[in-house]
């Protein structure tokens, strides 16, 4: 019985790492090829400023970047997105956090169809095409997702396995806040729009980073059974 037992928790303790690093390389696969598709975007379109223009004028209709950022770039991420709210979903054992990642898969679908629908170019809100319009009703409801999915993570009682991915996704969530705060404030014709939007995505992905790759040794994520590691 004991060496059925301590293979059986081996079988576990390799299937848990296992697991683990593929959270990992799909929470981290996504962002990063985003933001290397939005570097590399930037670089093809001329006189074009991080600070004052939006992402999405990347993937516009008629750039020449659209089709590396739309299907390297935004493809990727809400695909990452989704698998992971999908997998964190049926491995979750706390309400809240189920429907964080349910949201999470969500939020993912959405930010993948914006790779379909593009904005004008430069974004114009002014004789917006119905494409544009259906863009920028995408990107608004996938923003306002983010804090609420972070939010949602957090509702649970704090105890040592939990304590710092509630403080990190606690300050993550306050960046996000405040950035979208200062984006809306700023307005569309800010030079700093573009600048306030990417501190707001940086502090979700940097959430969802951390959050992939840590909720392994989360209760939330762990049976009633569960043995801790060794």
């Not at 390389?25 to 379109?45: M, R, T, Y």
């Not at 392994?216 to 009633?224: L, M, T």
């Amino acid at each position: 019985m004991g060496d059925i037992f301590l293979f059986e928790f081996s079988v576990s303790l390799e299937q848990k790492v296992k697991m683990k690093k593929i959270f990992s390389k799909i929470a981290v696969l996504g962002p990063l090829l985003f933001w290397g598709s939005c570097i590399l975007s930037a670089g093809l379109l001329q006189d074009y400023s991080h600070f004052s223009q939006y992402i999405s004028e990347l993937g516009a209709q008629g750039s020449q970047s659209a089709i590396l950022m739309n299907y390297l770039g935004i493809l990727p991420m809400g695909l990452s997105m989704l698998v992971l709210g999908a997998l964190r979903f049926s491995r979750a054992r706390k309400i809240t956090i189920k429907i964080s990642f349910f949201l999470l898969a969500i939020s993912g679908f959405l930010f993948g169809l914006l790779a379909f629908f593009s904005c004008d170019a430069g974004c114009d809100f002014e004789d917006m095409s119905s494409q544009a319009i259906l863009h920028n009703q995408i990107a608004f409801l996938t923003f306002l997702l983010f804090p609420i999915i972070q939010a949602l993570y957090l509702i649970r009682p704090f105890s040592s396995k939990n304590g710092r991915a509630i403080i990190i996704t606690a300050i993550l969530l306050l960046a996000g806040i405040i950035s979208l705060s200062l984006l809306i404030k700023a307005g569309i014709y800010s030079d700093m729009k573009g600048f306030y939007q990417r501190l707001y995505l940086l502090s979700f992905h940097g959430w969802l980073v951390y959050a992939a790759i840590t909720s392994e040794s989360d209760e939330a994520f762990q049976n009633k059974n569960h043995i801790s590691d060794p």
